[in-house]
């Protein structure tokens, strides 16, 4: 069995010159043994643009019966660069529609994904992030009868079990001069560092097991 990832930065993978910058689908196949794991996620992209590039119709070309497309966007099409927004009840719910179109088409098996969440802290909580676009990939799920890995729900569990200061190892908090490839340091909330996209492709993979032997 061949699990392709479609998605944006927090599922990509990073060469060393870029660590501790990991993606959750960089470390996937350490999880899935006797699994190929084909990350396609690429930094940046929205649905819109995933699939304006072509990268759908590429990864469709590759997809076997059988094979597993793991479907997770969000990040970017709720940001703010116009080329890369969709609206949540509109354009993202076509989108994602497509791709799930794209995986039946081949015999393949299409899982919806929300996206992990922003480690967002205020007064001591936790706050919520990507707002309605987390209702309407359920929504897809449901209306289509796919599969669905709510990662927001289980990624706020491991930032909130952490707490508010023992989370920032789980994501790009680096001291300057503390990795080669970012000398001037870093405060960044959305991506992850190894030991984040580590235990999120844990958390994927148990999630993902079940589905799969389910199927």
Request: proline share 6%; with cysteine; glycine share 10%.
């Amino acid at each position: 069995m061949k699990l392709f990832i479609c998605g944006d930065s927090t599922a990509a993978s990073y060469g060393p010159e870029l660590a501790p910058l990991t993606g959750w689908g960089q470390l996937l196949p350490g999880y899935l043994p006797g699994a190929t794991v084909v990350n396609r996620a690429i930094a940046g992209r929205s649905t819109r643009t995933f699939i304006q590039e072509g990268r759908l119709s590429a990864v469709e070309k590759e997809l076997d019966k059988g094979d597993v497309l793991l479907i997770q966007f969000g990040h970017n099409d709720g940001g703010d660069k116009p080329e890369r927004h969709t609206q949540p009840w509109g354009d993202f719910t076509d989108n994602l529609n497509t791709f799930v179109d794209a995986a039946l088409s081949r015999g393949a098996r299409p899982i919806l994904m929300t996206p992990i969440c922003i480690r967002l802290w205020r007064d001591g909580a936790l706050q919520p992030s990507h707002g309605e676009y987390l209702d309407a990939i359920k929504a897809v799920a449901n209306r289509r009868g796919v599969a669905l890995i709510d990662m927001y729900a289980e990624s706020r569990q491991i930032v909130s079990r952490l707490g508010e200061a023992d989370s920032r190892a789980l994501y790009m908090h680096l001291a300057p001069g503390e990795y080669p490839g970012w000398p001037d340091g870093k405060v960044d909330d959305t991506h992850t560092c190894r030991r984040g996209a580590d235990a999120y492709a844990a958390a994927v993979a148990k999630a993902l097991t079940p589905i799969i032997k389910g199927a």
